[in-house]
């Protein structure tokens, strides 16, 4: 995805979405690291500019989603669910996600069927509404099975410990990435219960459902 998709193109996206910490430097060092290390030959092919744009606005969706989580079971900022009811500010002109292309793409996630004639697919939009409570559901599932995806690439990528120590380095503001060892070090010197719970949860591949 970072070789088709530049960092810069899907930053937006995460402004829309928000950033945790006043001080969001942590924050946007992490995504872009993140963002360098997934692997395009692992993730949907997508041919036109348009879509490859949009497909990859739904994997820095889905990295938002995992580092709010990781916060929120981390640091206390927020609940581990939260991600789920901002998902609605991803849907909309470029740079954020058609709503013709989302639905398209849930059909191919989601196993949705379609009746009626190709020219009239857009028409689903009628059909389906992706801002009520099933529509949402549907691009939350989307969003949980693509998180699944990332999670699996940045633990091949950096391991467990690594993976862990820079999400929690992502919250300050004065850590480069990628970390050093000593910085992954001093990071596990800290012992809490939000740790524990954190780490678990890393461990256990990052869950969205």
Known sequence: MNKIVPYEQIEPVLDELGWVWADDRGE???YRYA???LNPAETEVAV???SMHYEAAIYAAALWAITNTFFAKAFDEGRANDWRYALPLIIGDKPMID???LLRRLTNECQLTWE???ADFNDM???IDLYDEDGQDLVQRLIADVSAKISTQLKNSLGEAHLFASLWAARRAE?????SETTIANIFDTTSLSMT??????SDGMPMH
């Open 99 to 101: 709503p013709s292309w």
């Open 28 to 30: 946007r060092g992490w």
């Open 175 to 179: 850590l480069e990435f990628p970390i």
């Open 35 to 37: 963002w360098s290390l």
């Open 116 to 118: 009626g004639d190709e």
């Open 197 to 202: 719970d954190a780490y678990g949860w890393v």
């Open 48 to 50: 036109e500019a348009d």
């Open 125 to 127: 939009d009628a059909v």
